[in-house]
């Protein structure tokens, strides 16, 4: 069984993708941007100003109810009654 429907032709895939592709770039073209020497200088007040307690020779050392990754003191994970 043959479809009713011709093949297309070398010029009309061509043209399906070139539209294809415009269409991305108009996309692209849509999203926002920043300039780097903002995005740079916005990672670097992050970075000075988020505390990293896996890197305790920058910040100093972190009290065991501060630390995120100090194991948990207590019991299990439930509580009876």
């Known amino acids: 069984m043959s479809s009713s429907r011709p093949k297309p032709s070398m ?3 061509k043209l399906r993708r070139l539209i294809e592709h415009n269409q991305r770039l108009r996309e ?3 999203r926002p941007r920043i300039r780097v020497s903002e995005a740079s200088a916005s990672i670097i007040r992050y970075c000075k100003t988020t505390t ?3 890197v305790p020779s920058v910040w100093g050392p972190v009290s065991k109810t501060e630390d995120p990754y100090a194991p948990q003191t207590g019991g299990g994970c439930c509580n009876l009654q």
């Open 28 to 30: 692209d073209l849509g």
């Open 52 to 54: 990293d307690h896996l």
């Open 11 to 13: 010029s009309e895939l």
